[in-house]
Nanobody, 122 residues
């Protein structure tokens, strides 16, 4: 089992920045690719970003590419999502997830956190 706890979500103004964190415990963190997903009210959960086990390769959705950075610190068992130039369309509950390999679909991830709320004011 891997337990994931997200933090860092808050209310920010449009154009602002935010760094989300996801702390893992349980099994060896570096054995898992990590992903960030988000879900806005009335919408399906969507992929945001993912990173491989060693942090060498990253993948982003078109909606955040160029203004977001996913990174990980394996000794600290933590994955991060830095988001810049936020817009109201970024408002959602953000979830981190752990899986066997890099992927952009929810089905590829086995363990999920409870989520952290990001609100963006216009």
């Amino acid at each position: 089992q891997v337990q994931l706890v997200e933090s860092g979500g808050e209310l920010v103004q449009a154009g602002g920045s935010l760094r989300l964190s996801c702390a893992a415990s349980g099994r060896t963190f570096s054995n898992y690719a990590m992903g960030w997903f988000r879900q806005a009210p009335g919408k399906e959960r969507e992929f945001v970003a993912a990173i491989t086990k060693a942090g060498v390769t990253t993948h982003y959705s078109d909606s955040v590419k160029g203004r977001s950075t996913i990174s990980r610190d394996n000794p600290k068992n933590t994955v991060y999502l830095q988001m810049n130039s936020l817009t109201p369309e970024d408002a959602a509950v953000y979830y981190c997830a752990a899986g066997v390999s890099l992927g952009a679909t929810s089905a590829g991830y086995t363990y999920w956190g409870q989520g952290t709320q990001v609100t963006v004011s216009s």
